[in-house]
């Protein structure tokens, strides 16, 4: 079977799947991932039923960082029968100014990419590097670059700048917005589950462990809560979300702390993990008594509550809020008590509804309805992929 190999390469995971092309259409056929690299290694897959193809502890001596890992994820796979490989779709975190939607990669267009890796150190190069690895190997098979950050730049240059000089902007810094990938699935998805808010005024919350909002006016981003980098907006599972510069400026003056010191703070050690001081996992927060979990819960509420009321005052009203993502999804307790905080904006949660996991939570007559719709990059990006090789 022909097939679109779907890549997500993080620091410390590789995530990959294969889409079938079947009549026009594609089918997940695998779903994989190597996680604990640096650490503990270990390969899982299962197939498009969930039943387990592979799960065990790899060698840490032999699949010690991310290229040994591709080895190894690319050794597994060529052993999965039937697949005939037409393309790679890869996620890639940033588009910089430039992209704003997919691209078939060929050299120029990766070493523009790999300009943009200022902006996205921690993410970007780990991107890339499956690409490059791909290009020498398999140099015939087409390869596609994902953003998260295309959705967000058809927005207003006002709704996208900061307010320092113009050359800045110029420059390359920007309200770029992420989580792109995973707003653009939504939007399609609204389109077949509730074609009659699509149109409309629509707030999308992924909460993961990374969390940011989206404002949707008819199916399009006009504002988002990331900015120039993932660090902004909303608490995280280890990200602050929105801080004062000030601070910056303090820990640096007055703390003596490096840019790097900084960087891990914000990037590692900060947010859900560091209020509650217990864990970056809302699961486990959620089923802790220690009174800080419940503080560093408070706090997300909060500031998702804060920011909801932002993204409606830029759609001039609000007509549906969707949750998705790990916490969207699965925490009937969070959703709960942010659909509480949004009741100014007439949105009325039925409990029995959200306590059951039904895609729709509001009462029948509410006037915001409330939506669950488990969100899916990757298929996003096979489709991404599968257009661009039609083209
Ligand atoms: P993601 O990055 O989308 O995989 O989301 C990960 C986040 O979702 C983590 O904070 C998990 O603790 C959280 N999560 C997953 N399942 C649940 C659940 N049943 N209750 C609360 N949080 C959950």
Not at 58 to 84: F, M, Y
Not at 149 to 176: N, S, V
Request: charged residues 20%.
């Amino acid at each position: 079977m022909e097939a679109v190999l779907v890549v997500n390469a993080g620091s410390s995971s590789l995530k990959f799947q294969i889409f079938g092309i079947a009549g026009g259409g594609l089918q997940r056929q695998v779903r994989g991932k190597i996680d604990g690299i640096g650490t503990h290694p270990h390969l899982k897959a299962s197939n498009a039923d969930g039943t387990d193809l592979v799960d065990r502890a790899l060698d840490s001596s032999t699949v010690r960082d991310l290229p040994t890992a591709i080895a190894e994820a690319r050794n597994w796979l060529g052993g999965v029968d039937g697949i005939e490989l037409r393309a790679i779709g890869h996620r890639v975190v940033h588009g910089g100014p430039d992209y704003v939607r997919p691209v078939l990669i060929d050299a120029a267009v990766l070493e523009r990419l790999a300009s943009y890796q200022h902006l996205a150190p921690l993410h970007q190069p780990n991107n890339l590097a499956p690409i490059r690895l791909a290009m020498d190997i398999n140099p015939d098979v087409p390869q596609v670059a994902c953003f998260d950050t295309a959705f967000h730049r058809g927005r207003a240059e006002h709704t996208d700048c900061y307010a320092l000089p113009h050359a800045f902007y110029e420059d390359g810094i920007r309200r770029y917005g992420f989580h792109g990938l995973s707003y653009e699935y939504i939007a399609e998805r609204l389109r077949e589950v509730a074609p009659d808010i699509a149109g409309g005024r629509v707030i999308v919350a992924h909460l993961g462990s990374g969390v940011s909002m989206c404002a949707l006016k008819d199916g399009r981003s006009v504002e988002t809560t990331m900015g120039f980098t993932a660090l902004d907006g909303l608490p995280m599972g280890t990200r602050p979300g929105q801080l004062d510069p000030g601070v910056i400026l303090y820990l640096l003056t007055h703390h003596g702390m490096s840019a790097q010191e900084i960087s891990d703070l914000l990037y590692h050690d900060a947010g859900l993990k560091g209020l509650s001081g217990i864990s970056n996992d809302m699961r486990e927060l959620s089923a802790s008594e220690d009174p800080r979990a419940s503080f560093a819960i408070d706090h997300f509420v909060h500031r998702c509550s804060l920011h909801a009321g932002m993204l409606a005052a830029a759609l001039g009203g609000l007509d549906a809020f969707v949750f998705t993502a790990g916490i969207g999804e699965n925490s009937a307790t969070v959703r709960a008590r942010i659909a509480e905080r949004l009741d100014w904006l007439g949105a009325e949660l039925d409990a029995k509804a959200n306590d059951t996991g039904a895609p729709v939570v509001s009462r029948a007559g509410s006037r915001v309805s409330l939506h669950v719709i488990p969100t899916d990059e990757e298929l996003m990006i096979a489709r991404h992929t599968l257009a661009l090789l039609r083209v």
